[in-house]
């Protein structure tokens, strides 16, 4: 059996209140400190209710809408990785310069992605 961690709470309401907790100072900290984050965030409350409006079954809502919280997610992945990193060392290393490095190269696709999806759903209605 392994030990278990101080750090671990054992469950119940109070574990799920505390993980509430946790999460909203998360989004908090990405806001005040990630500008990209704050980009995004507002890009994506433009744009989530017009994917809304624009798509035309469930599927496509989900699609448009969804995309754009994916960018979010990876995004704040990514700045936990480089805040990680930055906590460790903000001499030039070149594993935490790769892992910076990754992390960028996971937003950058995610963002990619996003767009052939919204293309996918719109070029076609504009060309037929």
């Given at each position: 059996?392994?030990?278990?961690?101080?750090?671990?709470?054992t469950?119940?309401?109070?574990?799920?209140?505390?993980?509430?907790?946790?999460?909203?100072?998360?989004?908090g900290?990405?806001?005040r400190?990630?500008?990209?984050?704050?980009?995004?965030?507002?890009?994506?409350?433009?744009?989530?209710?017009?994917g809304?409006?624009?798509?035309?079954?469930?599927?496509?809502?989900?699609?448009?809408?969804?995309?754009?919280?994916g960018v979010?997610?990876?995004?704040?992945?990514?700045?936990?990785?480089?805040?990680?990193?930055d906590?460790?060392?903000?001499?030039?290393?070149?594993?935490l310069?790769?892992?910076?490095?990754?992390g960028?190269?996971?937003?950058?696709?995610?963002?990619?992605?996003t767009?052939?999806?919204?293309?996918?759903?719109l070029?076609?209605?504009?060309?037929f």
């Open positions: 059996m392994t030990p278990s961690s101080p750090y671990k709470s469950g119940g309401l109070i574990r799920i209140i505390r993980a509430l907790r946790y999460s909203l100072q998360g989004l900290a990405a806001w400190h990630e500008a990209a984050f704050r980009q995004e965030t507002i890009l994506a409350v433009i744009l989530i209710p017009l809304l409006w624009l798509g035309n079954t469930a599927g496509e809502r989900l699609l448009l809408s969804g995309m754009l919280v979010l997610i990876v995004e704040l992945i990514n700045s936990a990785i480089e805040a990680l990193a906590a460790i060392s903000t001499d030039q290393h070149p594993l310069g790769r892992a910076k490095d990754i960028s190269a996971a937003v950058l696709l995610m963002l990619l992605l767009g052939a999806a919204w293309a996918s759903v070029i076609p209605r504009w060309i």
